[in-house]
């Protein structure tokens, strides 16, 4: 009989992506999604680009054309959600990632479940303020976009390429403070392009309301492609 | 830190592995981890350490990170290069009509169980 060796080791290969799963999951989300006929826009930024008051000011230009819901990720707290229904009355719910910096297809899912979601066409997920994990898990989104703004610099896109190469769409925001900052409009777009060629990029400010009817009508066009009913 | 979160999907890839082969205990995970993933080893293995140890089936266990060298291919001279040192830019033609060959990875590449 053979002396059993105490320390031997049997391996099993895995080989496979750690995301692998949560892509399944996200393009599983995107065609019920589509089959319902729910536009879900993934919107990411820096912390203080400004992200909950460009929204205010988008859904009050588009409350009136599609019915829109608002799903607000955050670490903690719920000041954002709050703001977001005193400021538009839209339903809007908060999302606890319990200490993660972004939510997955799986959190989207069980956020969209809190949602009378029969009862939308659009809903708005405003992910957690981080400019490199929200880009590496796909939340199932129907449209991914991002806010950079002036005082960020025109040099993000270079800094961070995967969040640039993974939006539709790049807002421009604060362009109020655009004469006291280095910020060159030309170079950006360049530098967002040579990330991702099919972006489309929307000067805003979302204190002046500049820019904002642009921004409302992108995104009425884009439901509407998704929807044509509507 | 997206590593807490990266760990949270090791765990369950692994404890399913593990269930279908009928494995009670891991002793070792061995990751692929790029070098342009966006992924800091130390991180990494950081969290491993602190969620891995409320799992009965991953205590003790360790994380193991090999790492894989990023190499860009340019499209214009058909060259590839060090990403890391190099960037978007080729260093042989100036072309910056280039792309990641490898260097992306964050994948799980065998868990080892004592038997």
Redesign the interface.
């Given at each position: 009989m053979p002396i059993p060796i105490?320390?031997?080791?049997?391996?099993?290969?895995?080989?496979?992506?750690?995301?692998a799963?949560?892509e399944k999951d996200a393009d599983a989300l995107r065609a019920e999604l589509k089959q319902k006929g729910v536009f879900l826009l993934n919107l990411m930024s820096a912390p203080g680009s400004g992200k909950t008051t460009t929204l205010i000011q988008l859904i009050n230009r588009i409350k009136d054309k599609v019915r829109v819901a608002v799903m607000e990720a955050d670490i903690d707290s719920d000041v954002d959600a709050v703001k977001i229904k005193e400021a538009t009355g839209v339903p809007s719910i908060q999302l606890h990632t319990g200490?993660?910096?972004?939510l997955?297809a799986e959190m989207t899912r069980q956020g969209l479940d809190n949602i009378k979601t029969g009862d939308m066409d659009l809903v708005i997920l405003e992910n957690v303020g981080n400019l490199?994990?929200p880009a590496?898990?796909d939340t199932g989104a129907t449209r991914n976009a991002m806010i950079l703004s002036v005082p960020e610099g025109d040099d993000k896109p270079l800094k961070y390429p995967?969040m640039f190469t993974v939006c539709d769409l790049v807002i421009i925001n604060k362009t109020d403070t655009l004469p006291y900052f280095d910020f060159d409009m030309d170079k950006c777009r360049t530098n967002i392009l040579?990330r991702n060629p099919n972006a489309e990029i929307i000067p805003i400010s979302a204190k002046t309301g500049d820019g904002l009817d642009t921004l409302a009508e992108w995104l009425l066009h884009e439901v509407n492609s998704l929807n044509p009913k509507l | 830190?997206?590593e807490?979160?990266?760990v949270?999907?090791?765990i369950?890839?692994?404890k399913k592995?593990a269930e279908e082969?009928h494995?009670e205990q891991i002793?070792?995970v061995v990751m692929d981890i790029g070098e342009v993933s966006?992924v800091v080893p130390h991180l990494l293995t950081d969290c491993w350490r602190w969620a891995a140890d409320k799992e009965e089936m991953l205590k003790g266990c360790e994380l193991k990170v090999n790492t894989i060298p990023a190499v860009t291919w340019c499209d214009d001279c058909h060259t590839q290069y060090e990403t890391i040192k190099f960037g978007?830019t080729c260093p042989n033609c100036h072309s910056?009509n280039t792309w990641l060959l490898r260097g992306n990875?964050?994948?799980?590449?065998?868990?080892?169980?004592?038997?």
């Open positions: 105490m320390d031997e080791i049997k391996v099993i290969e895995i080989k496979k992506s750690v995301f799963d949560n200490g993660m910096c972004h997955d490199v994990c590496e898990f995967l040579k | 830190m997206h807490l979160g990266i949270f999907y090791i369950r890839d692994v592995v082969n494995v002793s070792t966006t978007k910056e990875e964050v994948e799980i590449r065998e868990i080892r169980v004592a038997t």
